[in-house]
C-alpha cells in the first residue's frame, strides 16, 4: 500500500513510518523539518521536504506519492506556543490540514488518519473519559485539533473519503525532545541525565494518561486497513500516572536519588486525565503493551546512547 506521512520526521511520525516500512508499504514522509529531525527519517521512505502550508508543494508530492492512505502528523505541537501565537498554530494546524484533505481529495485517497488530542475535551466530567465527553478545549491547541477533526468528518461526509481519528494521550517514547515544554517524560530524562534537578509543578499528585510511542503506532498500523472507519478513537492507556510517579520512575531508570524541586501549578491544567479506550480495543483489535517503567527505561536509554 501507498502511504503518505505528514510529520514523519517527527517524534510520533517517525515512529509510524519505520513500523509501515517494516511492514512493507511503500511510504511517503512529508516533513519541512521545522519540528521534525533528519535522524529520524527512515532510509527506506521517500522523502519529500515540504511544508504542509506550501500548497504548491503539497501538489506535487501528492502527485508523486499517489497515495492510498495519508497519516497526518504534522503540527504545531506546543500547547503554550499555541497560547502566545494562536495565529500561527491555526495556520499550521487548520489551514495546513484543510491543504492535506484538499490534495487528498485531489488525488483519490482512500483513507485519512488524523493525530488528534485528548485536549479536545473539557475538564473532566467523568474518568475515564469516552470519546462522546463532553468536548470545550482551554487552549489554542484544542480548538484547533477539534477544527479538524469536524473538517475531516465533514471530508467524509461531502467527498467519501474514509478516516479515522485518534485522539492521543501523553504519548512518550525514544526520539521525543528533552528541550520541550511536552513530554514530561523526555523532559526529566533530560534533566536527570543532564544532573539538572527537575520541576514538579504543584504538589506531585497531578494525573496524566501516558502512552508508549510503539503503541501508537501499532495503532496506526492497523488503522490503514479496512477496520472501525469513520470513527473517533481514544489512544493511551485508560491509567492517570501522578507526576511524582513519573518523576520516581526516571529518577530509578536514571539510577539518581536527586529530589524534585517544586513550583506553582500552572494555570488552566485539569488536575486529572485519563482516557477510555473500550472504543479502540473492540474496532481495531488494538490494545496497549508496554508497560510505563519498560517505556521509560527505553527512553533514558536511548538518551544515553545519542549522548
Same mark, same amino acid.
Given at each position: 500500500?501507498?502511504?503518505?506521512?505528514?510529520?514523519? #520526521?517527527?517524534?510520533?511520525?517517525?515512529?509510524?513510518?519505520?513500523?509501515?516500512? /517494516?511492514?512493507?508499504?511503500?511510504?511517503?514522509?512529508?516533513?519541512?523539518?521545522? !519540528?521534525?529531525?533528519?535522524?529520524?527519517?527512515?532510509?527506506?521512505?521517500?522523502?519529500?521536504?515540504?511544508?504542509?502550508?506550501?500548497? +504548491?508543494?503539497?501538489? =506535487? #508530492?501528492?502527485?508523486?506519492?499517489?497515495?492510498?492512505?495519508? &497519516?497526518?502528523?504534522?503540527?504545531?505541537?506546543?500547547?503554550?506556543?499555541?497560547?502566545?501565537?494562536?495565529?500561527?498554530?491555526?495556520?499550521?494546524?487548520?489551514?495546513?490540514?484543510?491543504?492535506?484533505?484538499?490534495?487528498?481529495?485531489?488525488?483519490?485517497?482512500?483513507?485519512?488518519?488524523?493525530?488528534?488530542?485528548?485536549?479536545?475535551?473539557?475538564?473532566?466530567?467523568?474518568?475515564?473519559?469516552?470519546?462522546?465527553?463532553?468536548?470545550?478545549?482551554? &487552549?489554542?491547541?484544542?480548538?484547533?485539533?477539534?477544527?479538524? +477533526?469536524?473538517?475531516?468528518?465533514?471530508?467524509?461526509?461531502?467527498?467519501?473519503?474514509?478516516?479515522?481519528?485518534?485522539?492521543?494521550?501523553?504519548?512518550? $517514547?525514544? =526520539?521525543?525532545?528533552?528541550?520541550?515544554? *511536552?513530554?514530561?517524560?523526555?523532559?526529566?530524562?533530560?534533566?536527570?541525565?543532564?544532573? !539538572?534537578?527537575? %520541576?514538579?509543578?504543584?504538589?506531585?499528585? /497531578? %494525573?496524566?494518561?501516558?502512552?508508549?510511542?510503539?503503541? @501508537? *503506532?501499532?495503532?496506526?498500523?492497523?488503522?490503514?486497513?479496512?477496520?472501525?472507519?469513520?470513527?473517533?478513537?481514544?489512544?493511551? =492507556?485508560?491509567?492517570?500516572?501522578?507526576?511524582?510517579? @513519573?518523576?520516581?520512575?526516571?529518577?530509578?531508570? *536514571?539510577?539518581? &536519588?536527586?529530589?524534585?524541586?517544586?513550583?506553582?501549578? =500552572?494555570?488552566?491544567? *485539569?488536575?486529572?486525565? &485519563?482516557?477510555?479506550?473500550?472504543?479502540?480495543?473492540?474496532?481495531?483489535?488494538?490494545?496497549?503493551?508496554?508497560?510505563?517503567?519498560? $517505556?521509560?527505561?527505553?527512553?533514558?536509554?536511548?538518551?544515553?546512547?545519542?549522548?
Amino acid at each position: 500500500m501507498r502511504v503518505l506521512v505528514t510529520g514523519g #520526521a517527527g517524534f510520533i511520525g517517525s515512529h509510524i513510518t519505520d513500523g509501515l516500512v /517494516k511492514g512493507g508499504h511503500d511510504v511517503f514522509v512529508v516533513d519541512n523539518l521545522s !519540528e521534525g529531525h533528519p535522524d529520524n527519517l527512515n532510509p527506506d521512505a521517500h522523502v519529500l521536504r515540504v511544508s504542509i502550508n506550501d500548497t +504548491e508543494g503539497l501538489e =506535487r #508530492a501528492f502527485a508523486e506519492a499517489k497515495p492510498d492512505v495519508v &497519516s497526518h502528523h504534522a503540527a504545531q505541537i506546543s500547547v503554550r506556543n499555541s497560547m502566545y501565537d494562536p495565529t500561527n498554530d491555526a495556520q499550521v494546524n487548520i489551514i495546513g490540514s484543510l491543504n492535506v484533505l484538499q490534495c487528498a481529495v485531489k488525488h483519490d485517497v482512500e483513507r485519512f488518519i488524523f493525530a488528534s488530542s485528548s485536549a479536545v475535551y473539557s475538564k473532566p466530567q467523568h474518568l475515564p473519559m469516552k470519546e462522546s465527553h463532553p468536548k470545550m478545549p482551554e &487552549s489554542v491547541y484544542g480548538v484547533s485539533k477539534l477544527s479538524v +477533526e469536524h473538517f475531516v468528518r465533514l471530508y467524509t461526509d461531502t467527498y467519501g473519503i474514509k478516516h479515522k481519528i485518534f485522539r492521543y494521550g501523553n504519548v512518550f $517514547g525514544p =526520539r521525543q525532545n528533552p528541550h520541550g515544554e *511536552a513530554g514530561v517524560v523526555a523532559i526529566f530524562t533530560g534533566q536527570f541525565m543532564r544532573g !539538572e534537578q527537575p %520541576t514538579i509543578f504543584g504538589d506531585g499528585s /497531578k %494525573t496524566r494518561d501516558y502512552i508508549f510511542v510503539s503503541d @501508537i *503506532a501499532s495503532a496506526n498500523l492497523a488503522a490503514i486497513g479496512d477496520v472501525g472507519d469513520n470513527e473517533t478513537y481514544n489512544l493511551a =492507556r485508560g491509567i492517570g500516572v501522578s507526576d511524582f510517579e @513519573i518523576f520516581d520512575a526516571v529518577r530509578g531508570a *536514571a539510577d539518581s &536519588s536527586m529530589e524534585p524541586r517544586y513550583a506553582p501549578v =500552572r494555570s488552566g491544567e *485539569a488536575q486529572h486525565v &485519563s482516557l477510555d479506550l473500550t472504543k479502540a480495543m473492540h474496532a481495531l483489535s488494538w490494545q496497549p503493551r508496554v508497560t510505563l517503567y519498560d $517505556g521509560i527505561l527505553q527512553v533514558v536509554e536511548h538518551y544515553r546512547l545519542m549522548h
